[in-house]
């Protein structure tokens, strides 16, 4: 039976959908809070999230980027009428689709429906499986990191920098493209936080911070991480 997280805190909006959905042979968990949402993700894992974009605690766009660094899980956007915004910024964040308010339940159960064909269930955490390359081994589920069979401590971001250049390791990654995915609209100050942050993490992961190996400089674009 597929899972679905239910990010919505207009109760009356969340019941109706709530019955359609569990009438449609899904399993519905609903939280109300956007503080919840996450929290819940993790626990329930769920095979599709249908997200309001205005919630109270965490903001609609915080939890799809959380959600959007840490898994492929398909994510509708619920956004108010005549949004633009809010659909475009929800669809730059990586929202599979939306649906603006007010809405049919059945339009929205067949967006569901049409999502779920195309991604497998349980594609959702096909990326929590460990990403490895050039001895450097990031393991998501256990939150762990080894360099050549060491365990190796990183804080938050550079965990995060890490996962984001080995998943894509031998590819160039833009510095736009790392701010983007690292930090999101978290990221305050010049694009100098983002060389601070490779610096650190070239201590943790080369034998030669000063000549490194694994984390390439592609001068004028960004950075590589080794697939050799
Ligand atoms: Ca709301």
């Known amino acids: 039976m597929p899972k679905l997280l239910l990010v919505e805190d ?31 993700w993790e626990r329930v894992r769920p095979d599709l999230v249908i997200l309001d974009l205005m919630l109270p605690g965490v903001s609609g766009t915080e939890i799809c980027r959380t959600l959007r660094n840490r898994s492929d899980v398909p994510i509708i ?3 108010a009428r005549d949004a633009e915004v809010d659909r475009v910024v929800g669809l730059e964040l990586g929202a599979d689709d939306y649906v603006t308010k007010p809405f049919s ?44 069979g060491d365990l190796v401590d990183l804080p938050p971001k550079e965990f995060e920098l890490l996962a984001y250049l080995l998943e894509h390791a031998g590819r160039v990654l833009t510095r736009g493209q790392l701010i983007d995915e690292v930090w999101g609209s978290d990221y305050v100050g010049d694009t100098k936080t983002l060389d601070v942050h490779v610096r650190r993490l070239r201590t943790r992961v080369e ?22």
């Open 77 to 79: 956007m619920l956004t």
């Open 10 to 40: 207009e109760v009356s909006i969340a019941e109706a959908l709530s019955i359609t959905l569990e009438a449609e042979g899904f399993q519905v968990a609903w939280v109300k809070d956007g503080a919840d949402a996450v929290p819940t």
């Open 105 to 148: 339940t059945r339009e929205l159960v067949a967006r569901v429906k049409a999502i779920l064909r195309r991604a497998p269930l349980g594609a959702a955490f096909a990326d929590e499986s460990p990403v490895e390359a050039a001895g450097v081994r990031l393991d998501r589920a256990r939150h762990e990191v080894r360099v050549d």
């Open 207 to 228: 034998e030669d911070p000063k000549d490194p190996r694994r984390i390439q400089t592609v001068r004028g674009v960004g950075y590589r991480f080794t697939d050799t």
